[in-house]
């Protein structure tokens, strides 16, 4: 089946930087989710990505599909405590495939 | 816009036992997922239902494993008997359709400790 590859694995900032991270699968995928998910809560969504190039932003987070459709990034500017989670990438093949799941990123963010 | 709701929010029991989880859909959601998530893992995904039938549970160790949705709205997994390796937070999410715009929504999940 398909493979997500999700890096970093783990993130500890200092609050005010930038963060990157991002995600590499196996396959072509179609559709690229991004999720947050805070401790002992379920994954909440963040950003969809539905077209090759797309860049979408929501407030201080920036995500693109990647050209190649093997490839998604996400972007936080400015990051502040509240950003402390893990976040997930998520891809889809086509319509009515299973969505799978990266490892996720563990970020941290010192105050 | 209530969310998808699940019951409990945690549950330990012994190896061998059994376990029921409970899961309300967002309202006019007909695509339900059961998900398992192993500490430090992503979500792996277990049994999709649209309404009341099942989509995809190639991923269901059905030995152990069951599921169900029978009235096309709430829906039930079931463990007996339980395993060590079971141990994991239980996730259900809900959409809309199963288009390429799909979006899942997740409930809070159940965190299942198998001692």
């Known amino acids: 089946g398909q493979q997500l590859n999700q890096s970093p694995q783990s993130m500890f900032i200092q609050e005010g930087e930038d963060v990157s991270m991002n995600c590499t699968s196996s396959s072509i995928f179609n559709t690229w989710l991004w999720y947050k998910q805070d401790p002992g809560e379920g994954p909440v969504l963040l950003i969809a990505l539905y077209k090759a190039g797309e860049l979408t932003s929501n407030g201080r987070l920036t995500a693109q599909f990647g050209i190649t459709r093997k490839d998604s990034f996400l972007n936080i500017s400015a990051s502040i405590p509240s950003d402390v989670g893990i976040y997930f990438c998520?891809?889809?093949?086509?319509?009515?495939?299973?969505?799978?799941f990266g490892e996720g990123t563990q970020l941290t963010v010192n105050p | 816009e209530a969310g998808v709701a699940q019951s409990p929010r945690y549950k330990i029991i012994e190896k061998r036992q059994s376990v029921a989880f409970w899961c309300n859909p967002i309202?006019?959601?007909?695509?339900l997922y059961w998900y398992q998530q192993i500490l430090g893992q992503g979500p792996k995904l277990l049994i999709q239902?649209?309404?009341?039938?099942?989509?995809?549970d190639s991923q269901l160790p059905k030995d152990r494993f069951s599921a169900e949705r029978l009235k096309g709205v709430d829906s039930t997994l079931k463990i007996q008997p339980a395993k060590l390796e079971d141990s994991a937070v239980y996730l259900c999410?809900?959409?809309f359709g199963t288009g390429i715009d799909e979006k899942l929504f997740f409930g809070s999940g159940t965190q299942l400790s198998v001692l």
């Open positions: 998520a891809g889809k093949e086509t319509s009515g495939s299973r969505l799978t």
């Open positions: 239902f649209q309404n009341n039938g099942v989509v995809d």
């Open positions: 309202s006019g959601h007909a695509t």
């Open positions: 999410a809900s959409s």
